[in-house]
């Protein structure tokens, strides 16, 4: 099973940034897509962003000119530029990879914004 690593998050204030980082180190046959989750502690689980491997790319409403997410195009690897940062960003940010077969998330990592 396809075992993601994350890395990046942290406290920050509004306004500022964060760079959050996801890999699928070794074999991961499959992944087509990979992308970014984040749940509040109110609140389900939403889409942040995804990228797909043919180069689309997807952003939940709520980050849309803010967060950007790109791809290592050699490694299983994606990253999300955090911009703009405000504390309603404040979550837990779960990595997710996608393949035929299902689908795997990462063991979340938290962003704190601070007012």
């Known amino acids: 099973q396809v075992q993601l690593v994350e890395s990046g998050g942290g406290l920050v204030q509004a306004g500022g940034s964060l760079r959050l980082s996801c890999e699928a180190p070794?074999?991961?046959?499959?992944?087509?897509?990979m992308g970014w989750y984040r749940q509040g502690p109110e609140n389900q689980r939403e889409l942040v962003a995804i990228?797909?491997?043919?180069?689309?790319?997807n952003y939940g409403d709520s980050v849309k000119g803010r967060f950007t997410i790109s791809r290592e195009k050699v490694k299983n690897k994606i990253y999300l530029q955090m911009n703009s940062l405000k504390p309603e960003d404040t979550a837990v940010y779960y990595c997710?990879?996608?393949?035929?077969?299902?689908?795997?998330w990462g063991p979340g990592t938290q962003v704190t914004v601070s007012s």
């Open positions: 070794g074999r991961s046959p499959g992944i087509y897509a």
């Open positions: 997710k990879s996608v393949t035929p077969y299902g689908s795997t």
């Open positions: 990228i797909h491997f043919s180069g689309n790319t």
